[in-house]
């Protein structure tokens, strides 16, 4: 396999035997690399983990940690992989399987091709499989396979990025990076998905949560308002088992439901896009424009937008710019007008473009791809200074100033 760009995963593993094997071929079998830092498993995990040493496995190292301190772990794990010279970092728990939007691509080739865009951050959607009476008690060995029910969580994940001299993520947990003075955030267009298994059986709950997690919790993490999420939780293997019926089924057809079905953790409300990278100017999303950046951050920023507008979560933005059209035409009062009004150039544009099929055909990707954007807008400033006739002339002609200068 061709390793060109490095993206290496890093795994902490505990006990996580049951799940190992499919995990490291999942990551394996996309392209990926892999250090793990097993803190004392007891199980087979360490002699799974050594036996990809020729798939994958760069290094194993064993670090036991009686006490359970997330940071120094995240620490240790980046330092290990540090030394393999990575151009990516994939923040892989030994229970999850990471993946691209697209079923037909493989991560490492759809981490390339946001690395060739000028990415440096990948967020994902968590995704949370649950046991449930169809599968409690069932022998399949494939956990995609067994548990087919889930609820979408949380996308507090910002589990692949660029790999910079003093990057670090270890005052978040884990869950997104803090670059280094000087680089700026640059986030994908799209959402990867993370398809998260932490309990594959009504034992393994009770086992996981009751022994191996909550005694070993560290006390300073803690008192910072840290490993709280399970505290909740009941000794009892019936808690681990829900109904299905609440929850939405994965066919592996690419096709998620984006719906909060059930809460694991008491309306546990994690920071948005917005305010982990601040509004507008301290951060951009990679695609057809900065405009799109600073309207991806305002609806991060308002719970009603993303009520309204929940598409916006699987990359389609059609009705959002029509909303933010309508704002800058006083259609919609709305709060946002003074920060949307200096771009109606951009919302007049991209209304055309969603509403005539021939434009989608001659500029496919218009949204995502800077160099084919900026074609976009060259074919806008052709028709507002009237180089050639077409029927978008009303709309357009009020900007031309706007098109010929960013043409």
């Known amino acids: 396999m061709d390793f060109m760009l490095r993206v290496i995963a890093t795994l902490r593993v505990y006990n996580e035997a049951d799940i190992l094997t499919q995990v490291l071929d999942h990551l394996y079998e996309h392209g990926i690399l892999f250090v793990i830092v097993d803190s004392g498993s007891q199980d087979k995990s360490r002699e799974i983990a050594l036996s990809y040493k020729d798939r994958g496995l760069l290094e194993h190292i064993v670090v036991r940690m009686d006490t359970w301190k997330a940071s120094d772990a995240l620490d240790t794990s980046l330092e290990l992989a540090y030394k393999y010279s990575p151009d990516w970092i994939l923040r892989n728990d030994a229970d999850e399987f990471l993946e691209p939007t697209s079923v037909t691509a493989t991560l490492f080739e759809a981490i390339a091709a946001d690395d060739a865009r000028g990415v440096n951050l990948i967020q994902f959607d968590n995704f949370e499989f649950c046991v449930t009476e169809k599968d ?140 982990l990278f601040g509004l507008c100017t301290n951060f951009s999303v990679v695609g057809s424009s900065g405009e799109l950046g600073d309207l991806i951050a305002l609806y991060d920023f308002r719970y009603d937008l993303q009520a309204a507008f929940p598409e916006v979560k699987q990359g389609n933005y059609r009705n959002l710019v029509d909303w933010g059209w309508r704002v800058v035409n006083r259609q919609v009062n ?31 990707n218009a949204y995502t791809s800077p160099a084919v954007y900026h074609d976009l807008l060259c074919w806008a400033n052709g028709v507002a200074d009237r180089r050639w006739q077409d029927s978008a002339y009303a709309t357009l002609e009020p900007y031309a100033g706007s098109y010929k200068t960013k043409s």
């Open 136 to 275: 409690y008690n069932s022998t399949e060995r494939d956990i995609r396979k067994k548990l087919r029910y889930y609820t979408w969580n949380d996308d507090y994940r910002y589990k692949a990025w660029k790999y910079y001299p003093g990057i670090t993520d270890r005052d978040s947990g884990g869950h997104y990076p803090r670059f280094p003075s000087g680089i700026e955030p640059k986030i994908g267009p799209q959402k990867y998905v993370m398809r998260h298994y932490r309990f594959r059986t009504p034992e393994q709950a009770v086992r996981r949560v009751f022994k191996e997690r909550l005694p070993r919790y560290d006390l300073e993490e803690r008192a910072r308002g840290w490993h709280w999420h399970y505290d909740h939780f009941k000794e009892d293997p019936n808690f681990f088992i829900l109904d299905s019926k609440i929850l939405s089924r994965y066919d592996n057809d690419g096709k998620w439901d984006l719906t909060k079905r059930f809460d694991w953790y008491n309306n546990w409300q994690p920071p948005t896009r917005g305010q």
């Open 334 to 364: 709305d709060s946002a007008y003074d920060q949307l009004a200096p771009f109606g150039y951009w919302y007049a544009l991209m209304m055309v473009y969603d509403s005539r099929p021939d434009l989608q055909t001659a500029f496919p």
